[in-house]
Each structure stands twice: as C-alpha cells, then as structure tokens.
C-alpha cells in the first residue's frame, strides 16, 4: 500500500526557512517520481516541484526557481522541500504526492497517491 507522510509545516516570517519531509512507502523508488503541490485558500492546486529517484533529479516551478530545494535520501525513503527566502505568497498546505513514471513532473493527473499535506504560513 503506497503512503505518502508530510511533515515540518509551520509558521515562519518572511526570508525564513522551513524544511517539508515527505516520507514514502509501500512502493519500489526507483518507479516513482514524488511531486511537491501547493494549495492556498480559494486557489487551484499548484505544482511546486517534483524529484526521480532515478538520477536523483529534480525540477522547480520557475515560481520557487532559486528559492527552493528538493531532495531525496533514498535510506529513509524521504523527499525533502526545502524552502529558503520564504515570502507571504508561499503561504499554503503544501502536499506531495507519488507518480509511476510520469511524462512531465507538472503534470498533477500522472500523480495518483497523495500525503494529507502540511499547512504553511509565512507572515510577519
């Protein structure tokens, strides 16, 4: 069974850091790509970033291009988003979630298994 966990959302000021862990389960990691979505209040979920076990690739909305991380430890079966320079509009639940082999890490259809998402808040 695929499991998908987030952790480390919280409120930050702006120009502050916060690191999402999104801990994976239930599935062979060189098969998947994990993806990092955003949803603000009222708002369409967003594609914030994506990561493939293979390679170790990643990918960043231009959005976050420079101002966000995303890795993986394949020993803890964890992605991480880490989010530096933190600005209000980055408030929202963040959420990853997994892709067999996906065309296009944007593409938020190829992604079937989702964590339960992490709430974000950057004010001052």
């Known amino acids: 069974q695929v499991q998908l966990v987030e952790s480390g959302g919280g409120l930050v000021q702006p120009g502050e850091s916060l690191r999402l862990s999104c801990a994976a389960s239930g599935f062979a990691l060189d098969s998947y790509a994990i993806g990092w979505f955003r949803q603000a209040p009222d708002k369409e979920r967003e594609y914030v970033g994506g990561?493939?076990?293979?390679?170790?690739?990643?990918h960043y909305a231009d959005s976050v291009k420079g101002r966000f991380t995303i890795s993986g430890d394949n020993a803890k079966r964890t992605v991480y988003l880490q989010m530096d320079n933190l600005k209000p509009e980055d408030t929202a639940t963040y959420y990853c979630?997994?892709?067999?082999?996906?065309?296009?890490?944007?593409?938020?259809?190829?992604?079937?298994?989702w964590g339960q998402g992490t709430p974000v808040t950057v004010s001052s």
């Open positions: 979630a997994g892709a067999l082999n996906p065309p296009n890490f944007t593409w938020i259809k190829a992604y079937g298994y």
């Open positions: 990561f493939s076990w293979r390679g170790n690739t990643a």
